[in-house]
């Protein structure tokens, strides 16, 4: 039973970062990710050591930011339904730099897809597409700015893409010198309808491009 669950055959399988980033004047960044993970996206019985524990979560941290490393991280929740963790991460090293501008990414885009594969090379398809079960993901980071700094490249925001399959959504916005970054991914059935896939696929490839993943920043 617990490994039926675990591999999302019961239920929704639902992916949850959300948290917190500062950019100081040097350009380095320092924050905390809240990390929320059920059904497909970990598997319980691979989990029985501080080990595995702390590599699912650096793995989950590099889904949704590049070149951060881990300072600390916690296990709040380790069940046969539930995994939930906090990590305290900071970059590498001062942000990369092109030019002037500092450089952060998140990620490669859409977190679910280190888990659940999808044939997003060719948008028509002659046979439906199988993908296992109900997906959530929900990535949602703000990343605070010194105050004499300003975003001159932000990730861009998309139309939602929706369906009966589902809804595709990112929405970047701007308050002060706090940039908010939500990316919202939901697929409702374990089959996605031939004639329906190009919508999604068209939405996922462009949330792996680095014009909806990259925030350059600077004086």
Known sequence: DTYLYARGEQ????LSIVGKIAV???????????IR???AFYDPTELETAGA???LIKKMVGRVLSDFAIESHSVVTLSDFEFKATANVRSADALKKYGKLHLLRFGDGPAFLDAIHLPLTREQRTSDVYVGGEIRERVNLSVELPEDWRASISPA???????KWG???QDVTRD????RFDRAITIVSETIPANAFAKLSRAINALRTPRHLVLACGE
């Open 37 to 39: 993970l059920t059904g």
């Open 24 to 34: 100081d004047d040097a350009g380095k960044a320092t924050g905390e990710l809240r």
């Open 53 to 55: 524990q702390g590599a």
């Open 157 to 163: 925001s998309i139309p939602a893409a929706e369906g």
């Open 176 to 179: 002060g010198q706090t940039l």
């Open 167 to 169: 809804r595709v959504s």
């Open 11 to 14: 239920g929704a399988s639902d």
